[in-house]
């Protein structure tokens, strides 16, 4: 940690400082430059220490030098986390897809998608059973029953699936159903779901807050590995910014970062990163090219039922054109799809 | 809802789009401006359809026309809503100062605090026990203990206290200490969480999510007020930005545009909104001018124990100092504190 | 600058950073964390070295400890700037209210809102006459004739004046006729219109930038003051966030940051920072309680011409209304009005 | 345009509001929904008279259902625009590819530079001589010494080169020099400068503002457009967010949206969009797969004089590498490179 002490600070009160910081039990070592003096402490201490310190009338700024995560870091494990899931490789050479519609809406529409993104080339299949959702009056999920369809599902194509966990007391029963449980960006710094999500046996796919920095999208991941659960999929799923062409920005830069600080998997979801069904395609052909280990994509399949459908949305058609695209992407960085 | 046609948009596109609309048994109204040709939709349907909908091929905007809060909107109910806690009245003319340390750190330091700010003027105490930590490693409160030295403090002062709560678990003994419960900006959209809280019998303040809009804000009242919970407390406390020298920027004119939109009481938190003690005083003179009904201040007392203490943070006596201020400042505007 | 090396350098790969850095004529100094390895470097560099050097392999993260402005700086002068235009003290006790109209729309309903704002308590007339719109389609000003129209009204009133200046062409003409000239938020970064600036003899009022940060802010006036042109007043206008309630967000906490940064006089544009008029009187009160040195308001006089009139916008009679409660809490922080 | 009326408008405040409007010549359409009441105006606005009416009480919102740009847009020109400078084909089946150093720092380097990117594979030429600093203490380019330096290294390579102009009064020396002016992120809104540059015989690059939206940016573009000039391309260069660990948020579903809304050529910049040289490469790849026209990549060749050198930045080694990989994504989607 690095204390930027203010412009004229006398020696007095820079010995007055130091006597505090000491007072903790750190270590101080001082530091001037030509335009400015500063502190190096190095010691114990939690993640907001900063603000604490920043009142202190004699300091300027607290920069933290060195990245809060540990386990998640690639200097903890250099080499990439790769895991198995109903006989899918998470984070490998291959890039993983995960398909589905938004919401399990029901059992006739689901598994007809689910039998469409399949044949498709579909790795993993995705569904709500709980949804988060802004307004206390709309649908929030079939919740069981919607995890029955999702294992039907899985039953039926073969293919492990990925569902979304709300609270700490549902996480029982979504890991009783589902082969992956989600953690939303709304939950992101849900503190108490991602440490009994570290106790479970099952992989956790951690989508990014919408306000959400790299290093704590990382920390997250980081409460779920402190807790023994080593696998932790990242998603990247855009950020709120001004822009309101899009629903949020899909930051693929956080791609190669979080590749290079962190050895887990990560993954990009363009359709709820853009909102635009125009965008899905381009971005899921970017988000390989950037390294991506994995996508989520929103495909329906009955035109008859669901809300959004017909010629309109990501159709299988459209998603197994597409599949061909990407799988000549992942080529030439030289994974496979 | 309104949703605008893409430009160049053929007869035959629109007949296909509002079959599908009338489909969910919406009603649907056309009107062709001189530019471009909208439709009007009426009829039930949840927050994000506009995501749906946005998918369809011939629609290039839906824009939400009515605001989705009902229970929480001055139209439901045009008088503000006040009502008291241990003796305070929220709401009324009077301007409402919660004040105390960030965390109970421990009992002597936090009794002390507690008499101080009482001296002071403050009208609730403020102290957290479950503590929301961006890293597994750091602090993560005294829990249960905390909450204790909480009522004690309750005990000698008279004063009531509030203190957040993380999750749904921990609803039942937080209400059983604590006279308002807090729910922190992390947690705003944590729809179990305020679901749980609209069914305590007590007072609930709502931190503003870090990326939440004005309306999302309002919403997650709406969580708590739709499950029969009226007292509700809204606390703007900083949003996140681009600009980095203040922790977070605080939106003050949340207050006005709050007050207008609800009968909520609209607090505000200095503290946390800047994340530098030098622009608390300013700050809350600032807010209590733009119309709050309140004040979360972060005040330390015991320059012994406590990490932030000394002359550096806001003491006891510039707390008391700067109460004298603002109650000038609340008696311009017709209120008292 | 602190210069923060990858986890896991070895001593070879410092040493060729070192070697380079010294290249450049800089002094290094190494020092080692517990967690982390950082340099200091000291010597002559520009302001964007830091995106050059990140680019070397071995160094994480490049900080500038060293705030980059200097003239503007309270170290520099620890005194506030006071310089008197037109009669009218600015950076003094006496908070400053400029008030008029967005636009110069027309010679009549101009020279009525300027008697009217006199009456009212202005200090300073404002009113645009070279406007820049995002579209070429939109209404540019009336350009030179619309300055005569100030100037008129500054003979009429006895009341200095402000108008925008667009580009370095027009600097001399708006020179002529104005008193005060206003760098736009769009401008804010036009560094060739900020050099041009610095050596004209009239005080200039540089508004932030849409998305800039306070260190940027300051630095654009470290422009104008670097030519020999000491008379800058700071104007906060609110900035770009996810919020569309408001146009923008208007940050107030920039006020007692800049005040305790700089020395230049820091005043605020509620109008433009809020886009709501409902806003712009609690936020007047709220700029003065947090400390700005002046306000900058827009008003409307003639219901008949003008196109937002009526009772419907600061109309003279609300604003006079809203300059009795600003004088009173101008007094409270020991100030008048 | 659009206005949502506030909960509980009468009748008479309502006509109140329509006599008004169409006080201004515009034609006024009411339409009442079940849960809110808009009136849909038509008529001729400039584009920021949605924020003169917001100021009208009974008006909640206003609402923009038309795209504000024309020439710029799809409608207005279906066919992409495709165009020819010094023999290079821009907006065509080719993704062009811009390279070069951010600055000419010197007639050997730049020139060694140049002959590396030609042999990598570049297109056209790159290097600033005029440059926009924050600082007016930093180097701000070689002027019209970097000028020559360029048209030299234009005679050695046979490529076209673009270079930076910053202002209204050096576009005439520009255009002397350069093939292709560019329009800086922090001049995007520089409306006198682009109408200037609307008037000039040579393409303009304009690059996103820092905080401009897609439409913003459609605008600046239609300012040129609008003037006569029909050879402007547009380039992404990231947006700034809250994230810092990479410089700018690197907005790549830009990419689709601005090729859906404009017939215009779409570059991107990941070089300034990211800060950091790992990031390039990967996203030099994501944005060609997500269909971008053409890139502008920093590259960097002599290791003695240049500041960042050596094996550290986008050498011209790895530039020729890069480029066999972008060359076979761009097969992929139908193009060549």
């Given amino acids: 940690m690095i204390m930027v002490m203010s412009p004229g600070v006398t020696e007095k009160e820079i010995e007055e400082v130091e006597k505090q910081l000491k007072g903790f039990g750190w270590s101080v070592h001082r530091s001037r430059g030509e335009k400015s003096f500063i502190l190096r402490v190095s010691g114990e201490y939690g993640d907001d220490v900063g603000t604490a310190i920043r009142s202190i009338p004699y300091i ?18 250099p080499e990439k986390t790769v895991f198995e899931v109903g006989g899918v490789e998470i ?14 809406e029901g059992r006739g529409s689901y598994l007809l998608t689910a039998e469409a993104v399949k044949r498709g ?8 059973a709980y949804k988060p959702r802004s307004s206390p009056y709309s649908f929030q999920g079939l919740q069981e029953e919607g995890l029955k369809i999702l294992a039907e599902a ?3 194509t073969g293919l492990p699936v990925v569902t979304e966990v709300l609270d700490r007391r549902s996480v029982e029963i979504v890991a009783a159903y589902a082969d992956i449980l989600q953690v939303g960006s709304r939950n992101m710094q849900n503190f108490v779901l991602l440490k ?3 106790q479970v046996g099952k992989p956790v796919l951690i989508k990014r807050g919408l306000s959400a920095t790299i290093e704590e999208w990382l920390m997250a991941a980081e409460y779920i590995l402190s807790e023994g659960n080593e696998k932790v999929i990242l998603c990247e799923r855009g950020i709120r910014t001004f822009e309101t062409y899009t629903r949020n920005t899909l930051d693929l830069s956080a791609v190669p970062i979080a590749r290079e600080l962190s050895h887990l998997p990560v993954f990009v979801d363009p359709s709820h990163g853009t909102g635009r069904w125009r965008c899905v395609s381009p971005m899921c052909m970017a988000a390989i090219a950037a390294g991506a280990d994995g ?24 998603f197994s054109q597409m599949m061909d695209s990407l799988k000549k992407v992942a080529e030439i960085i030289g994974r496979n799809l």
């Fill in 60 to 77: 300027d700024k607290v920069i933290n030098v060195s990245h809060p995560f540990e386990l998640a870091s690639r200097a903890y494990q």
């Fill in 91 to 104: 984070g490998g050479r291959k890039v993983v897809v995960i398909a589905g519609p938004c919401a399990v």
């Fill in 121 to 128: 080339g579909a790795d993993v299949l995705r569904g709500g």
């Fill in 154 to 156: 899985r039953s039926m």
């Fill in 196 to 198: 009994e999500l570290g």
């Fill in 295 to 318: 996508l989520l994509v929103e495909v329906h399949s009955s035109p008859k039922e669901a809300l959004c459908d017909g010629p309109q949305s990501l159709l299988p058609g459209k």
